[in-house]
Structures are given as structure tokens and as C-alpha cells.
């Protein structure tokens, strides 16, 4: 019975560890994306590796995160993407690796800001002090 107890703790502390080390490296993408976003660089798939590179290979990702954690994120090497100046295109699929899917999901969501009209706040009437 004590092992089962044992067993539960360590998978919620394993999903736990694998939460926090996934918010993590998707914070690290976005910021990236974030840099090629805002010079209105779209998104290629050499950019795409490159972006991946980047992140993997980040000191701090790397300082906070064990090996096999770390490993949990790479990209097998059976997956093979394109490495071209080509848009990057996954058309329906959900399976992308998950720096793949952290840096489209910006580059998604700075599009869908882009194309919302920008917010205008109604104008304020000056009062004088105590009115």
C-alpha cells in the first residue's frame, strides 16, 4: 500500500517538474518570437530551427532543468522538418514538437492582435481639482 503512495507522489511531482520546465521553455520562445515579431519577420521554417536552437539551447532552460527533463523536449531526429525560406505550414496537424508549437502559437496570436482594430479610449473630460 505504502508503495502506491510512493508511486502517486512521484508521477504528480514528474507532471509537476514537467509543467513548470514546459511554462519555462515556452516563456523563452515566446520572447525570441517576440524579437522577429515586432522586426515583422515571418515566420520560415529556417527560422523556425533557428528559434528552437536558440531556446534549447539556453543557459538558464539548461541550469534549471535536469538532463532527462531537457531531453523530454527535443525534437526526435525521426521527425524531420523542412529547412527552407518557405512559410511554415503544419496545415491540421496538432503534433508539433513544442517549441515549434510555442513559437507558432505567438506568431498566431501577434496575428490575431495585428488584424484587431486598435482599442481608442473615450476621451476624458478635464475637471477642475475637487468637482
Known sequence: MNNLTTDSTDHALAALRYQTAAR???RIVRNIAARYI???VPLTWRLLHAIEAEALADL???SRHDAVMLGLFQR????PYPETDEAVDFGTSTALPAVFAFAVSAYEEA???AAQPPETAPLKR?????D
Open 126 to 130: 478635464a475637471r477642475a481639482w475637487g
Open 38 to 40: 515586432v522586426q515583422q
Open 111 to 113: 496575428a490575431r492582435r
Open 60 to 62: 538558464g532552460f539548461a
Open 76 to 79: 526526435p531526429s525521426d521527425l
Open 24 to 26: 519555462d521553455l515556452e
